[in-house]
């Protein structure tokens, strides 16, 4: 059975960090993609970053710059860095992997990002 579970939100200040972690179980963790998206209140969900088995990452045009994604296969640990964070960035954010056409949802982790 593929478990995620993430960690690592909070309350911030504009301008400051985190790094969100999602350890995945169940799964050939480094045979699959991962991602982190998003969803804030009274919005839909939405991609934050996407890395693939092979190391490429995306990001969306929001965070480019200020988010990195990365994985490490020995941990099965998929993280976000998220600097320089916005009010704008304050959301739930769900850890994500797709097997076999189906996708697989963390329980998430709140950021707050205000003063």
């Known amino acids: 059975q593929v478990q995620l579970v993430e960690s690592g939100g909070g309350l911030v200040q504009p301008g400051g960090s985190l790094r969100l972690s999602c350890v995945a179980s169940?799964?050939?963790?480094?045979?699959?993609?991962m991602a982190w998206f998003r969803q804030a209140v009274g919005k839909q969900r939405e991609l934050v970053a996407r890395?693939?088995?092979?190391?490429?990452?995306l990001y969306a045009n929001s965070v480019k710059g200020r988010f990195t994604i990365s994985r490490d296969n020995a941990k099965n640990t998929v993280y976000l860095q998220m600097n320089s964070l916005k009010p704008e960035d304050t959301a739930v954010y769900y850890c994500?992997?797709?097997?076999?056409?189906?996708?697989?949802w963390g329980q998430g982790t709140q950021v707050t990002v205000s003063s």
């Open positions: 890395i693939s088995s092979s190391g490429s990452t």
């Open positions: 169940g799964m050939i963790f480094s045979a699959y993609p």
């Open positions: 994500n992997v797709p097997i076999e056409l189906r996708p697989y």
